[in-house]
T-cell receptor
Framework: EPEVTQTPSHQVTQMGQEVILRCVPI?????FYWYRQILGQKVEFLVS????????KSEIFDDQFSVERPDGSNFTLKIRSTKLEDSAMYFC????????????FGQGTRLTVV | AQKVTQAQTEISVVEKEDVTLDCVYE???????LFWYKQPPSGELVFLIR??????QNEISGRYSWNFQKSTSSFNFTITASQVVDSAVYFC???????????FGTGTSLTVIP
């Protein structure tokens, strides 16, 4: 069964450091998403991406964040200068159609900023 | 504005009891999608079901069933004969017709006691 793969599963980084979270979406999917979940809280939308550009982004997705699809298979989320409050579980998702009617989420990357 | 409310923060049941998780949503869209996800202690998001706004038929899948009531804007989830492995956080989510983002509820933490 096809799946979205995220690496690493857990990353610890020092405050102020740059971090890149990686995702390999399902191969024939065209729409890509990042969500995050601060421990014990709800899952929040960060950004959606289609046709090599951002479709929509939330208020959380400020200038510290960027996304890229560097090689046609990976979909990355970069946080330029991490803050303690960036500690969260980050989920990548991909979909074949715009409605994301079958949401395939990755298993998540737990980011801990110390 | 879209909003999903899961009023039950935590529920505990004894194994083999039935349990219903409530979900109430708000949206101005006539077309939308509703979802339930399970988040076990390992942290990943597991897709359970998708419903579009035009399909009010209730659905049963094994021990799981869903009751979609458009008149009350509710999409409740029932687990019959609960098992310890059902212990998890369950999220209800709403997608607008653009599919660009999901709106998650705050989740209900279910503990099934053996």
């Amino acid at each position: 069964e096809p799946e979205v793969t995220q690496t690493p599963s857990h990353q610890v980084t020092q405050m102020g450091q740059e971090v890149i979270l990686r995702c390999v979406p399902i191969s024939n999917h065209l729409y890509f998403y990042w969500y995050r979940q601060i421990l014990g809280q709800k899952v929040e939308f960060l950004v959606s991406f289609y046709n090599n550009e951002i479709s929509e982004k939330s208020e959380i997705f400020d200038d510290q964040f960027s996304v890229e699809r560097p090689d046609g298979s990976n979909f990355t989320l970069k946080i330029r200068s991490t803050k303690l409050e960036d500690s969260a579980m980050y989920f990548c998702a991909s979909g074949q159609d715009r409605a994301l009617t079958e949401a395939f989420f990755g298993q998540g990357t737990r980011l801990t900023v110390v | 504005a879209q909003k999903v409310t899961q009023a039950q923060t935590e529920i505990s049941v004894v194994e083999k009891e039935d349990v219903t998780l409530d979900c109430v949503y708000e949206t101005r869209d006539t077309t939308y999608y509703l979802f339930w996800y399970k988040q076990p202690p390992s942290g990943e998001l597991v897709f359970l079901i998708r419903r579009n706004s035009f399909d009010e038929q209730n659905e049963i899948s094994g021990r799981y069933s869903w009751n979609f009531q458009k008149s009350t804007s509710s999409f409740n989830f029932t687990i019959t004969a609960s098992q310890v492995v059902d212990s998890a956080v369950y999220f209800c989510a709403l997608s607008d017709p653009t599919g660009n983002q999901f709106y998650f509820g705050t989740g209900t933490s279910l503990t099934v006691i053996p």
